[in-house]
Nanobody, 128 residues
Framework: QVQLVESGGGSVQAGGSVRLSCAAS????????MGWFRQVAGKEREGVAA???????SYADSVKGRFTISQDYTKTILYLQMNSLKPEDTAMYYC??????????????????????WGQGTQVTVSS
């Protein structure tokens, strides 16, 4: 069983920065791939960034060079550092986890179907 709780969302002006966190709790030790997704009302959820247990990462083209995904050394807290934010980054951001899975080996791990566990989401609003 995996539980994910996101935090850190809020409102920011364009050009600003926000750091999202996702606290993960697991029963039993497993290797996990973790990801960040976002969704705007009426649109499909889209992958933003992923990191596997070896630290390999992938990013959506729309956020490359602006967002950074990372984990703490215990691998129980996932981060998404978002810089140079744009109004089009406004969305509900979700944390996701999947047992096993490897960035590169299993693709970029940016598809919703790659993940079995999801958090409740945290809203990020970027104003122009």
């Amino acid at each position: 069983q995996v539980q994910l709780v996101e935090s850190g969302g809020g409102s920011v002006q364009a050009g600003g920065s926000v750091r999202l966190s996702c606290a993960a709790s697991y029963s039993g030790h497993r290797r996990f791939c973790m990801g960040w997704f976002r969704q705007v009302a009426g649109k499909e959820r889209e992958g933003v960034a992923a990191i596997d247990d070896d630290g390999d990462t992938s990013y959506a083209d729309s956020v490359k060079g602006r967002f950074t995904i990372s984990q703490d050394y215990t691998k129980t807290i996932l981060y998404l550092q978002m810089n140079s934010l744009k109004p089009e980054d406004t969305a509900m951001y979700y944390c996701a986890a999947q047992g096993g899975g490897g960035v590169g080996f299993d693709g970029d791990m940016l598809e919703t179907t790659d993940y079995s566990y999801w958090g409740q989401g945290t809203q990020v609003t970027v104003s122009s």
